[in-house]
C-alpha cells in the first residue's frame, strides 16, 4: 500500500534505502520492525510515517482514506480558518547556477525560463535521501509540489512527494500574478505543465521583442481541486482567463467546472483544445506561442 519494494520478513533488505545485505526485521508477528543499519525501529505507526516521509497527522490522514474514515474526531477538529504551514522533508537547498542549469537541462527548459522562476520564488530545490529534486511553489508559501529531477518516483511509487499542510486551492503563481494588475491568465493543470507554459511564455516575450508578455500562466496542482482560494479569487476577479486542460475526460471536467467558477467570478473565460490523450507538456514542441497567448 505504500508502494515499498521488498518482501517483509524475518531478515530481508531495507525498503526505505539501497543496501546489498538484509539488515532489516520484521518481529512480533508482523507488529514492530527494526532498521539495524539506521537503528531506528518500531510498530505498525513509526513504520507508516517513515514511509510517508511525514508526521504522525499524515499517517491518521493515510490510514483514515483507506478505512474509508473520511470525518475526523471530534477532538481533533481545527478552525477551518487556521492556516496550514507546508511540512518539507528537509530544508530548501541554494539555487546555484549549477542546480538551476541541472534544471533547465532535465526538463529541456530555456535557462531565461528557470532564473525567473527561481528568482519569484516559484521554483526552489531541495534533496531528499540524497536525491536532488525541485519544488514548483508560490511567493506566499500556501501550495507546492516536489519532484526528483531525474523524473524517477519517490519510496511510495508517486511522482510527487506526499506534502502535508499544502492549500490545493491556492493557485501557482497569483503572487506574481498579484503585481499584473493588466494581465491575462493562462490557467493549466498540473507542476509540469505550468513549467512548460512559462517557458512557451518566455519564447513568446523573445518573439514580442522582450516586451513583457501580457500573459501570466497559473496551475492547479491536483485535478480534484474544486475550489479556489479567496485571496486568488479577488486577484483573477475582472481578469480574461485561458484554460488549458488536458485532453482527457478528467480535463473536460476541468474546463466546465473552471468556466463556470470563473465566469460566476467576473471573468471572461475561453480555452485551448488538447488532443485527446496528451497535455501541454506533450505538445509542447508542436505548438506555436500564439496558440496559446493571442489576444
Same mark, same amino acid.
Given at each position: 500500500m505504500l508502494g515499498l519494494q521488498g518482501e517483509p520478513k524475518a531478515s530481508c533488505r531495507s525498503p526505505f534505502r539501497? &543496501?546489498?545485505?538484509?539488515?532489516?526485521?520484521?518481529?512480533?508477528?508482523?507488529?514492530?520492525?527494526?532498521?539495524?543499519?539506521?537503528?531506528?525501529?518500531?510498530?505498525?505507526?513509526?513504520?507508516?510515517?517513515?514511509?510517508?516521509?511525514?508526521?504522525? $497527522?499524515?499517517?491518521?490522514?493515510?490510514? /483514515?482514506?483507506? !478505512?474509508?474514515?473520511?470525518?475526523?474526531?471530534?477532538?481533533?477538529?481545527?478552525? +477551518?480558518?487556521?492556516? =496550514?504551514?507546508? /511540512?518539507?522533508?528537509?530544508?530548501?537547498?541554494?539555487?546555484?547556477?549549477?542546480?538551476?542549469?541541472?534544471?533547465?537541462?532535465? $526538463?529541456? !527548459? /530555456?535557462?531565461?525560463?528557470?532564473?525567473?522562476?527561481? *528568482?519569484?520564488?516559484? !521554483?526552489?530545490f531541495l534533496t531528499i535521501r540524497g536525491a536532488e529534486c525541485y519544488v514548483v511553489t508560490d511567493g506566499q508559501n500556501k501550495n507546492a509540489e516536489i519532484r526528483r529531477l531525474d523524473a524517477q518516483p519517490f519510496?511510495?511509487? =508517486?511522482?510527487?512527494?506526499?506534502?502535508?499542510?499544502?492549500?490545493?486551492?491556492?493557485?501557482? @503563481?497569483?503572487?506574481?500574478?498579484?503585481? /499584473?494588475? &493588466?494581465?491575462?491568465?493562462?490557467?493549466? &493543470?498540473?507542476?509540469?505543465?505550468?513549467?512548460?507554459?512559462?517557458?512557451?511564455?518566455?519564447?513568446?516575450?523573445? *518573439? =514580442?521583442? @522582450?516586451?513583457?508578455?501580457?500573459?501570466? +500562466?497559473l496551475a492547479l496542482l491536483g485535478a480534484s481541486c474544486k475550489a479556489i482560494h479567496a485571496e486568488c479569487l479577488k486577484i483573477l476577479q475582472g481578469r480574461h482567463v485561458r484554460l488549458v486542460p488536458d485532453g482527457d475526460d478528467a480535463g473536460d471536467k476541468m474546463r466546465e467546472h473552471w468556466t463556470a467558477c470563473l465566469a460566476a467570478n467576473g471573468s471572461s473565460v475561453d480555452h485551448v483544445i488538447i488532443p485527446r490523450g496528451k497535455d501541454l507538456t506533450d505538445i509542447k514542441n508542436h505548438i506555436q506561442p500564439h496558440d496559446l497567448f493571442s489576444s
Open positions: 539501497e &543496501e546489498r545485505s538484509p539488515s532489516f526485521t520484521i518481529y512480533d508477528n508482523g507488529t514492530r520492525w527494526k532498521d539495524h543499519g539506521e537503528q531506528i525501529g518500531g510498530d505498525v505507526v513509526e513504520f507508516i510515517k517513515h514511509g510517508l516521509g511525514s508526521d504522525h $497527522k499524515a499517517v491518521r490522514e493515510w490510514l /483514515q482514506e483507506r !478505512l474509508g474514515y473520511t470525518e475526523a474526531p471530534p477532538s481533533s477538529r481545527k478552525d +477551518p480558518t487556521s492556516t =496550514k504551514a507546508i /511540512q518539507y522533508p528537509s530544508a530548501f537547498a541554494e539555487s546555484t547556477e549549477a542546480r538551476l542549469a541541472a534544471m533547465a537541462e532535465a $526538463k529541456e !527548459l /530555456q535557462i531565461e525560463t528557470v532564473n525567473f522562476l527561481s *528568482h519569484h520564488a516559484m !521554483l526552489r519510496f511510495n511509487g =508517486k511522482k510527487a512527494y506526499p506534502l502535508t499542510g499544502v492549500d490545493k486551492s491556492w493557485l501557482i @503563481g497569483a503572487d506574481y500574478l498579484s503585481e /499584473q494588475p &493588466e494581465a491575462n491568465v493562462l490557467l493549466v &493543470e498540473g507542476a509540469t505543465d505550468f513549467l512548460t507554459a512559462w517557458d512557451i511564455a518566455t519564447a513568446y516575450a523573445h *518573439h =514580442k521583442g @522582450g516586451k513583457k508578455a501580457s500573459w501570466v +500562466p
